[in-house]
């Protein structure tokens, strides 16, 4: 049986068993510890000296950071619909309200002329927003230059949900720290990984203490097991943090690899383009940085002779090839089919005709061989 070639598997270095093996020797088995305060102090410093708490799963970090803005029952938060359930999911834990918007045609992120209507709109029906979630989706970074302003306008804080972004960037500024908070995921398909986790990031030293405070159980000062306000068992453990050490000593060579993966798909797939084709791909603006974490491409069924992302698909699984759809937007998810969206149809083309390729930073020459030789055959047909 042929060896399968997955999506993003982890990508383990040589490292990460010395930074755990560490952890055993020293017995910091228990939750926090030495590899959870190194860990956030390379963290901070990849990230510029933001301020960073590391928790469990991206999603816990973004819960603690509508809590932070205080989001709470009856509120309303603008979120991006072509994401992940994660990036809408911890605004319902609050009983609140997420306003879907639409995505811009270029990055796939949040659309800022439509962010602006949906404010305005809020406005004056006599509501207000209490915050603004944007995604930077696949690793590309949204249109911060434009987003920004429109917040800063209207006074709405933002949370910058970088949880696929980490080593993007624009104009050298990383991805991350452009929200009054910012969350990155660790989870196992991520660029790197704790197998679970994530952090939350602020230029805010007191927001971060806070929301360590609120992520180990908001336990009081003191002797005595006292609680005056809910908490959560966010924090993560030292074992792995241990393992993201490991992980972030690596972090350039992996977004190195990603964006090599990149380039090749779009090389190969410009030849067929060539051929009478028309394979698209998500573009990178000027001055921006993705870290390509997933590599997608937009196949038009109209411009490709029938050909569509479901049959490229099963050709690839039928040789132990993992291909995924792209995010299926929360506008057309059954749990928020009721919601608010401002639309374009942009997320919509982009959810019939996306297909996420292979794009681990562990792909070999001959991983890329089989891939090609299987879209060969499929392609030939057409």
């Known amino acids: 049986m042929k060896k399968r070639i997955w999506l993003s598997p982890p990508h383990m270095s040589k490292s990460e068993m010395s930074f755990v093996q560490e952890a055993f020797d020293t017995n910091w088995i228990a939750p926090l510890g030495p590899g959870v305060d190194e860990f956030e102090r390379q963290l901070s410093a990849q990230l510029k000296g933001y301020h960073v708490t590391a928790v469990n799963s991206g999603t816990a970090a973004l819960h603690l950071a509508l809590i932070l803005l205080n989001v709470g029952q009856g509120d309303e938060v603008i979120c991006q619909s072509f994401t992940f359930a994660a990036s809408a999911n911890p605004v319902v834990y609050l009983g609140a309200t997420p306003i879907f918007i639409d995505s811009d045609p270029d990055t796939w992120n949040i659309d ?3 962010l ?5 709109d809020r406005l004056s029906l006599g509501k207000s927003v209490k915050a603004i979630v944007f995604v930077n989706l696949y690793g590309m970074p949204a249109k911060i230059e434009s987003i920004l302003p429109i917040a800063e306008k209207y006074s709405i804080p933002i949370i910058e949900d970088a949880a696929e972004s980490l080593g993007s960037s624009i104009n050298n500024i ?3 720290t452009f929200g009054t908070l910012g ?3 660790f989870n196992g398909n991520k660029i790197i990984t704790t197998s679970g986790g994530g ?4 230029k805010e030293n007191k927001l971060i203490a806070t929301a360590k405070h609120l992520a180990t159980q908001a336990k009081d000062p003191g002797v005595s097991y006292q609680h005056s306000q809910i908490g959560y068992n966010y924090r993560i453990s030292n074992i792995l943090a241990s393992i993201g050490i490991g992980q972030l000593s690596v972090l350039e060579e992996r977004v190195l690899a990603r964006r090599s993966n990149y380039n090749r798909y779009v090389d190969y797939f ?5 051929k009478g084709f028309n394979f698209e791909f998500q573009i990178e603006p000027a001055g921006f940085y993705s870290n390509r974490w997933l590599t997608c491409i937009l196949v038009d069924p109209i411009k490709n002779k029938g050909l569509d992302v479901e049959i490229i698909r099963l050709a690839l699984e039928n040789d132990q090839i993992e291909a995924r759809p792209v995010w ?13 969206f401002y639309s374009n149809g942009v997320s919509d083309r982009l959810f019939q005709i996306g297909l996420c390729l292979p794009s681990g930073s562990s792909l070999t020459d001959e991983d890329f061989d089989r891939i090609f030789t299987c879209l060969d055959t499929l392609l030939n047909k057409y």
């Open 112 to 114: 800022p002329v439509l």
């Open 116 to 120: 602006e209507k949906a404010i305005q």
């Open 174 to 176: 990383p991805c991350g």
């Open 183 to 185: 969350v990155i995921s």
């Open 199 to 202: 952090i939350l990031i602020s």
């Open 270 to 274: 410009l030849n067929w383009n060539l």
């Open 328 to 340: 299926k937007p929360m506008h057309l998810q059954p749990i928020f089919s009721s919601s608010l």
